[in-house]
């Protein structure tokens, strides 16, 4: 199937999981995780209505600035290098995967240097897997009072990853997890923190994500195919 067919069939897919959940479909954003992806895919996605694009690699995220003309909104959604930072100041939408206070200061500093304001999601790592970047739960809410003292950050929210499940359903308590957590960090009212974001929910079971409250699902073969 074409691309252009897979987003439709995924954003039938969003709203109906909304629906079930009884929430507004509007409040949830596709992220088309466009990682290995080349720029013909992207601009065919964007054609189709697709906006936001999320990717892993800044090595492969800067050429990709460069060659897509078109109006995107990138994310970067994977680890990132503090001394990667500077390739991408004032070029990204969001970052997903802020998980120690060290790549904080040096997002703060490259948008400082742009007199912008950088958009962030604290990566927590639930599951505990020593494969997976992220922080504790303790860790998030420290990271959180830490950034809100940074002049060129905004906490938008929080992600995560669960570890990978056959069935979508097993995914689903790393979800609630989360949103437990945003709700803590959300009662505590740090100045200038807002979680708004539950980046959350990928190919294989987004619809429990949304279920438990996703606002970000990030998608990649389910639009683009296998790699």
């Excluded at 691309?3 to 629906?19: C, D, K, M, P, V």
């Excluded at 742009?114 to 639930?126: A, M």
């Excluded at 740090?190 to 974001?197: F, K, P, S």
């Excluded at 990030?218 to 639009?223: D, E, N, Q, S």
């Amino acid at each position: 199937m074409s691309i252009s067919t897979n987003l439709a069939l995924i954003n039938q897919r969003i709203h109906e999981a909304a629906n079930k959940a009884g929430r507004d479909p509007a409040l949830i954003r596709l992220v088309a995780v466009s990682k290995t992806r080349p720029t013909e895919d992207i601009v065919a996605a964007f054609q189709a209505g697709q906006a936001v694009f999320g990717e892993n690699y800044i090595q492969e995220l800067v050429p990709k600035l460069a060659e897509v003309t078109e109006a995107v909104h990138w994310h970067v959604i994977g680890h990132l290098q503090s001394n990667k930072v500077k390739y991408i100041a004032g070029r990204v939408a969001l970052i997903h995967s802020v998980d120690r206070i060290s790549l904080a200061t040096e997002i703060d500093r490259q948008w400082c240097k742009l007199g912008k304001i950088c958009d962030v999601l604290i990566q927590v790592n639930i599951s505990g897997e020593a494969t997976k970047s992220g922080t504790t739960e303790e860790g998030a809410i420290k990271l959180v009072r830490e950034c809100a003292l940074l002049p060129h950050i905004r906490v938008r929210g929080v992600m995560t990853m669960p570890p990978f499940f056959d069935d979508p359903e097993a995914a689903r308590p790393f979800f609630a997890e989360l949103r437990q957590i945003s709700e803590v960090i959300a009662a505590l009212n740090i100045a200038g923190v807002e979680m708004r974001e539950l980046s959350m929910g990928m190919s294989g079971d987004f619809e429990a994500a949304i279920q438990e409250g996703a606002t970000l699902v990030r998608i990649g073969t389910a639009i683009f195919g296998e790699r």
